[in-house]
């Protein structure tokens, strides 16, 4: 079992509509959990992170953590071509240091 | 306020070759980790470096190794390359260990012939 599963689509939704991308870990005992976004040809940008079960907002971007499900998600509403990128879902497992990173998920919103 | 710098960005070698990449972290940052990222995959963890030590290191062979200087600039080292280490290269820097999330170097893309 991959210690951070993602669908890795493509994920295809029309310009203004909501985009949920999702997120499963393995570790249970994991605390610090985050949403990076990757377009093609650049690095890692964190648009998020969360510690606490619930939903975070952040402008159009919602995060929501279910520890007990050990899932976690990202809600992007009114959804813009821009937005057309991998969506990386990280974690960061008890006892270390490291952020472990899922494979990501390509979103493309159709103008 | 200059983020994460990394050099060279694209590097090609041979076989057998060794290369050394090069970090300098995020103003305020003291930690620094490097990644592998193969093409449609995501950031592999190689070894983070904080206070000139290697804090943590993931699954790699010893032929990866790096090092971290008194300015918390990092350098990452692969000796006796194979064609399996063509990846992108991935610098992040961070303050207290990631806990508040990364900021990415723009990374080298190495190729091994």
């Known amino acids: 079992q991959k210690e951070v599963e993602q669908n890795s689509g493509p994920l295809s939704v029309p310009e203004g509509a909501i985009a949920s991308l999702n997120c499963t870990y393995s570790?249970?005992?994991?605390?610090?959990f985050f949403w990076y976004r990757q377009y093609s040809g650049k690095s890692p940008e964190l648009i998020m992170f969360i510690y606490s079960n619930g939903d975070k907002e952040d402008g159009r971007f919602t995060a929501q953590l279910n520890k007990a499900s050990q899932y976690v998600s990202l809600l992007i509403r009114d959804s813009q071509p821009s937005d057309s990128a991998t969506y990386l879902c990280?974690?960061?497992?008890?006892?270390?240091?490291?952020?472990?990173f899922g494979a990501g998920t390509r979103l493309f919103v159709k103008a | 306020d200059a983020g994460v710098t990394q050099s060279p960005t694209h590097l090609i070698k041979t076989r057998g070759q060794q290369v050394t990449l090069r970090c300098s972290p995020k103003?305020?940052?003291?930690?620094v980790s490097w990644y592998q990222q193969a093409l449609g995959q995501g950031p592999q963890f190689i070894f983070q470096?904080?206070?000139?030590?290697?804090?943590q290191r993931g699954n790699f062979p010893d032929r990866f190794s790096g090092h971290q200087f008194p300015n918390y600039s990092s350098e990452l080292n692969v000796n006796a390359l194979l064609l399996g280490d063509s990846a992108l290269y991935l610098c992040?820097?961070?303050?207290?260990?990631?806990?508040?999330?990364?900021?990415f170097g723009s990374g080298t893309r190495l190729t091994v012939v």
């Open positions: 103003s305020g940052h003291d930690t």
């Open positions: 470096y904080y206070e000139e030590e290697e804090r």
């Open positions: 990280a974690v960061i497992p008890p006892g270390g240091f490291k952020t472990i």
């Open positions: 992040a820097s961070s303050a207290t260990g990631g806990y508040y999330g990364y900021t």
């Open positions: 570790d249970r005992g994991s605390q610090s």
